[in-house]
């Protein structure tokens, strides 16, 4: 089944404890993205990926870290949350113009 | 920063009506997109429509794009419970980016 899997699903984490959050698909998809949801204001881009090695901010990349090393992976690192972090992440793929979505990671930072 | 704008923010109706939310935008665009987000969950892709294009039909969606205006409009239509949903714009602005609206939630009434 095509899919993006993000794992965890749900974390909670104290202030300064570096965390990672990992996204996969299994589409051979070149394009992949991470975006956080927060009430009001929509979807917003922490950073995209265009290909393996190729990583780009995208509108809030204050804070956070990703790499492409392989395809299939995109890991979304928080190197010390700060509780203005607490948010619900979704990683999505995109082969052309419409992008699939992850199940999402709720975050929680204290 | 966001490029889509919804309207309304909330919208709720009874089963079999028809549903309509507007998106305005505010830069020239590639595409514009609307997808789907039950509570709590990813996003799932329904309809693109390109600069091009002034209306499209997906089973019992409607889409129109009027880019003189910066909007467009979704047309849901005979609505199911199972329409109960957060629906957003997303435009394409042919940078490898989406930019995403805060949404219109819609309940449908059985």
């Known amino acids: 089944e095509a899919q993006v899997t993000q794992n965890p699903r749900y974390l909670i984490t104290v202030t300064g404890k570096k965390l990672t959050v990992t996204c996969s698909q299994n589409m051979n998809h070149e394009y992949m993205s991470w975006y956080r949801q927060d009430p009001g204001l929509g979807l917003r881009q922490i950073y995209y990926?265009?290909?393996?090695?190729?990583?780009d901010k995208g509108d809030v990349p204050e804070g956070y870290k990703v790499s492409r090393k392989e395809k299939r992976n995109f890991p979304l690192i928080l190197e010390s949350p700060s509780p203005n972090q607490t948010s619900l992440y979704f990683c999505?793929?995109?082969?052309?113009?419409?992008?699939?979505f992850g199940p999402g990671t709720r975050l929680t930072v204290t | 920063s966001q490029q889509g704008e919804e309207d309304p923010q909330a919208l709720s109706i009874q089963e079999g009506e028809n549903a309509t939310m507007n998106c305005s935008y505010k830069?020239?665009?590639?595409?514009l997109q609307w997808y789907r987000q039950n509570s709590g969950r990813g996003l799932v892709h329904l309809i693109l429509?390109?600069?091009?294009?002034r209306e499209k039909h997906s089973g019992r969606l409607r889409v129109t794009l009027d880019t003189s205006k910066k909007s467009s409009s979704l047309l849901i239509t005979a609505s199911r419970a199972a329409d109960t949903a957060s629906y957003f714009c997303?435009?394409?602005?042919?940078?490898?980016?989406?930019?995403f609206g805060a949404g219109t939630t819609v309940t449908v009434r059985a």
């Open positions: 997303a435009t394409d602005l042919n940078d490898y980016k989406l930019s």
């Open positions: 429509i390109r600069s091009n294009e």
């Open positions: 830069t020239s665009i590639n595409n």
């Open positions: 990926s265009m290909n393996v090695e190729v990583t």
């Open positions: 999505a793929s995109s082969l052309g113009d419409e992008q699939y």
